[in-house]
């Protein structure tokens, strides 16, 4: 008697799909950070980095997010809704500055394969690549966390057409930014569900653009 699962088809696999999570993921990364080591030397350059990661930590539990992952001066947080994310990352922008530090942001919203706690997919990938070319204080999103967070207070500066590294198909980019006047200090939300698991120049038009980041 064959077993009843040999012929299975893929769709009917439910145990990989219950894997398969949808989120938004968020790196950071501080700008010319080597440079700045090398100008203020070992100590004074690690105290300025747990400066950095206290104020990343104290920041991304105000807005409801996850640590994922951290390794150096950069963090992979994940969040359930984009526009949190996103003005979270606003919000930590302007918090770096008054420690002398300028941080590029990446934003992506879509599934990702939950395994062991750690989340690991195509989504990941590209929300790296995002915060590897964004420019110094920009918080660059995907087309997809612009399309999902209509009405969310946000604006978007669109930057053209890129191809990314790894990625298959051109991807349209976007700088985000919150709403002058709007209050950055976190979500007045009732408090949200964990999150699950954890220097190009812009063309001046929107055309496509090669990103080897």
């Known amino acids: ?18 894997r398969r999570v949808l989120t938004t993921v968020l790196f950071t990364d501080v700008v010319d950070s080597t440079g700045q080591l090398v100008e203020l030397g070992d ?12 104020c990343f930590r ?9 640590e994922v992952d951290a390794a150096g001066d950069g963090f992979l947080a994940a969040f359930e809704v984009p526009t949190v994310a996103v003005a979270f990352a606003c919000a930590f922008h302007h918090d770096v500055a008054d420690l002398g530090l ?6 992506h919203t879509g599934e990702c394969e939950l395994d062991g706690g750690r989340l690991r997919g195509v989504t990941v990938h590209l929300g790296a690549r995002l915060a590897g070319i964004a420019d110094p204080g920009e918080v660059l999103v995907s087309a997809t966390v612009r399309d999902v967070v209509a009405g969310g207070g946000l604006t978007f500066v669109d930057r053209g057409l890129y191809q990314l590294r790894g990625i298959p198909g051109r ?9 002058v ?16 698991g954890v220097s190009h120049r812009r063309p001046e038009r ?8």
């Open 43 to 54: 100590r004074a350059w690690s105290r300025l980095l747990r400066d950095h990661h206290a």
């Open 102 to 107: 300028r941080v590029r942001t990446g934003v």
């Open 1 to 18: 008697m064959e077993h009843q699962n040999r012929h299975r088809r893929w769709f009917e696999d439910l145990e990989s799909f219950s």
């Open 181 to 196: 006047g709007r209050d950055t200090h976190g979500p007045r939300l009732a408090a949200s569900r964990a999150a699950v």
């Open 206 to 213: 929107p055309g496509v653009e090669t990103a080897n980041a």
């Open 171 to 179: 991807r349209r980019l976007f700088a985000a930014q919150w709403e």
């Open 58 to 66: 104290s920041r991304l539990a105000a807005f409801g997010g996850r």
